[in-house]
C-alpha cells in the first residue's frame, strides 16, 4: 500500500513536450529567415534569459505576473541580444500557443489513466489558465492549481499554490507526492512539506542543495514509487 494519499503533477515538460514545439515556433517567428540551427540556437537563449528572469521574479519580484507578460519581457532581451527587429508581443502569443499544442509523452496517457485511478490526481502548474485548456480536454483531473489562478507560482516564499492543495484536500502534506521536471517543483512543494519526485526524462544531475524525495526516469517509474507497475504504453 502506498505512503501517499494524493499525486499532483506538472504538466509542462511532465506531461506534455514543449521543447518539441521549438521548431515550429521559430519557424512562425522568423518566416524566410528560419533555420533548424538558428532555432536550436536561439532556444538556448531563451531558455538561459528566461530561467534567469523568472527565478529572479519568483524571489525578488515585485508581485505576480501572467506568464504572457513574462514572456514578453524575455522575448523583448532575447531579440536585442541577437539583434534582430521581431516583435515580443507576436513572439508571446505565438509562445504561448505552442504550449497549447503541445504533445503529450508516449508515457503520459497510461501514467493518468493508471495513477488517476488509483489516487485523486491534481494539476500544479505555474502557467497562464489559457496554457493549459486545451490539455483540460484530453486529461482528467481531480483538480486544477495554476499560478494564474492564485496569483503566485510554485516556488514563492509565501507557497500559496502547494498550501491551496494542502487545503484542498484537508490532510497531512506528507500524505501528497508531487511530481515535476524543475526546481520550482522540488523546492516549492518541499517548502510546503509535500513529498517530491523529480521526473529526470533527460538524465541530469541534480545540482541544488534541497533534494527530491525520489528520481524517476518516466512517469511509468514514477507510478511504480506509488505502487504502481503499468505492463504497457498505449
Request: glycine share 4%.
Amino acid at each position: 500500500m502506498s505512503v501517499f494519499s494524493v499525486v499532483c503533477i506538472d504538466m509542462f515538460q511532465t506531461l506534455v513536450d514543449v521543447n518539441s514545439r521549438r521548431y515550429a515556433f521559430w519557424q512562425a517567428a522568423l518566416n524566410e529567415n528560419y533555420s533548424d540551427r538558428l532555432a536550436d540556437e536561439y532556444t538556448e537563449i531563451w531558455l538561459s534569459v528566461f530561467t534567469k528572469y523568472f527565478n529572479e521574479l519568483q524571489n525578488h519580484g515585485p508581485g505576480f505576473r501572467r506568464f504572457r507578460s513574462i514572456a514578453e519581457t524575455c522575448f523583448e532581451a532575447v531579440f536585442k541580444q541577437i539583434g534582430c527587429s521581431l516583435d515580443p508581443k507576436r513572439a508571446a502569443h505565438l509562445w504561448i500557443k505552442e504550449h497549447r499544442l503541445a504533445p503529450p509523452y508516449e508515457d503520459t496517457d497510461l501514467f493518468i489513466e493508471s495513477v488517476g485511478a488509483d489516487f485523486p490526481l491534481c494539476l500544479v502548474s505555474d502557467a497562464d489558465d489559457d496554457m493549459i485548456f486545451p490539455h483540460l480536454e484530453n486529461y482528467r483531473f481531480d483538480a486544477v492549481f495554476t499560478s494564474e489562478r492564485f496569483k503566485s507560482y510554485k516556488s514563492n516564499s509565501e507557497g500559496k499554490l502547494f498550501d491551496a492543495v494542502i487545503s484542498h484536500y484537508s490532510i497531512n502534506p506528507g500524505k501528497i507526492i508531487h511530481i515535476g521536471d524543475s526546481i520550482s517543483d522540488i523546492a516549492g512543494a518541499k517548502r510546503a512539506g509535500i513529498a517530491t519526485c523529480w521526473l529526470n526524462r533527460d538524465r541530469l544531475t541534480w545540482n541544488y542543495d534541497i533534494r527530491p524525495d525520489y528520481e524517476a526516469k518516466s512517469l511509468i517509474e514514477a507510478a511504480s514509487i506509488l505502487g504502481i507497475r503499468p505492463c504497457s504504453v498505449s
